[in-house]
């Protein structure tokens, strides 16, 4: 049964999304509510990071500062530790002292240097094709007792149906967006073969055949000469309307 704790986090995590423009802005209040949750669970104070894998390696998505962020890109850069650790395997990773841990040891030292001296990366699967993983930073070793790593696991297994959701939404965004293009692509090209064909008194083939030979002389994109070509007959930008 879940916990009032975690019904709660649900529901802040559920206002975040609504209110969220894109999935990076939810990322970021995400990361933000776990790194608070788990520096109450703590005592101190916990950074957190986001990172997210969508079919291809891992990247920083977001995370609760400024700081947290660069810390997550300490890891991507050297392409291994315990948060890339933790999304392969997806089982949690915990370094409890940079000093002594001997896993990673690059890693370890510039975490070190930037006053970095325990860690906990913990998986979430989100899709068949996603993964995403909560880095988090504490400042002093051993910092992630029992206590404090049920809690950041407890709040990544409230996260997981809401991350779900964020990362599906915004999916959706990008293959309505990237159709709209399309459509405005193909009504380009097709209001610039109507102007050739009236010009040249020719057929839509020899039109288009006119236009792709532009294209290929000017070393640029079909839908480019083809927006081009309209503005400067109608002085206005090309647009697709669509009826609701």
């Not at 609760?64 to 392409?79: H, I, K, P």
């Not at 007959?233 to 609701?244: A, E």
Request: with cysteine; proline share 4%; aromatic share 4%.
């Amino acid at each position: 049964m879940p916990s009032s704790a975690d019904n709660e986090s649900v529901q802040h995590l559920q206002e975040i999304l609504v209110g969220a423009e894109n999935v990076v802005e939810f990322l970021s209040g995400l990361s933000g509510l776990a790194a608070a949750s788990v520096s109450e669970a703590a005592g101190d104070d916990i950074e957190c990071a986001v990172t997210l894998k969508l079919r291809r390696r891992p990247a920083t998505a977001a995370g609760s500062s400024a700081r947290a962020v660069t810390l997550d890109q300490v890891e991507q850069a050297l392409g291994d530790g315990p948060c890339i650790r933790a999304l392969r395997e997806m089982t949690p990773m915990v370094i409890d002292d940079v000093s002594t841990d001997p896993r990673w040891k690059t890693y370890n030292q510039k975490l070190a240097e930037l006053n970095v001296h325990s860690t906990l990366g913990v998986p979430l699967e989100i899709a068949p094709e996603a993964s995403a993983a909560l880095n988090f930073f504490a400042t002093k070793p051993r910092a992630f007792t029992p206590d404090v790593y049920d809690k950041a696991v407890g709040f990544a297994a409230a996260a997981h149906n809401t991350l779900h959701l964020s990362v599906r939404i915004d999916t959706a965004q990008n293959r309505a967006e990237d159709l709209e293009a399309a459509l405005e692509s193909r009504t380009a090209i097709n209001l610039a073969c109507g102007v050739i064909m009236a010009q040249n008194r020719c057929s839509q083939e020899e039109a288009m055949e006119i236009l792709t030979r532009v294209s290929s002389n000017r070393n640029r994109k079909l839908r480019d000469v083809a927006r081009e070509l309209i503005e400067q007959l109608s002085g206005s930008p090309v647009s697709t309307h669509f009826d609701s």
